[in-house]
Nanobody, 119 residues
Framework: QVQLAESGGGLVQAGGSLRLSCAAS????????MGWYRQAPGKQREVVAT???????NYADSVKGRFTISRGSAKNTVYVQMNSLKPEDTAVYYC?????????????WGQGTQVTVSS
């Protein structure tokens, strides 16, 4: 079993910055992808950014140039630095990990952390 622990959400004014952190623990394959997703009220969950264990990154068009995803020095930690935040970035942000374990692809989610950007 894998557990994801998120931190770093909060309330910030438009134009401000926040950094979210996520630490994964448990039985985790060395090859994995971690990422951040978000869900605003009344909307579907959407991908924000992902990073593979090899360091390849992908970003949603809406956050390119403003958000940066990175892996920490501690194994299976991931961060997202969010700059130039906009009110439309307001959402619950979820950490995600997916990997292949014992021949099966598994996916795990954190509990979510609220990010609120005021105008």
């Amino acid at each position: 079993q894998v557990q994801l622990a998120e931190s770093g959400g909060g309330l910030v004014q438009a134009g401000g910055s926040l950094r979210l952190s996520c630490a994964a623990s448990g039985r985790i394959a060395s090859l994995n992808t971690m990422g951040w997703y978000r869900q605003a009220p009344g909307k579907q969950r959407e991908v924000v950014a992902t990073i593979t264990s090899g360091g390849d990154t992908n970003y949603a068009d809406s956050v390119k140039g403003r958000f940066t995803i990175s892996r920490g020095s501690a194994k299976n930690t991931v961060y997202v630095q969010m700059n130039s935040l906009k009110p439309e970035d307001t959402a619950v942000y979820y950490c995600n990990l997916n990997h292949r374990w014992a021949g099966q692809r598994d996916e795990y989610w954190g509990q979510g952390t609220q990010v609120t950007v005021s105008s």
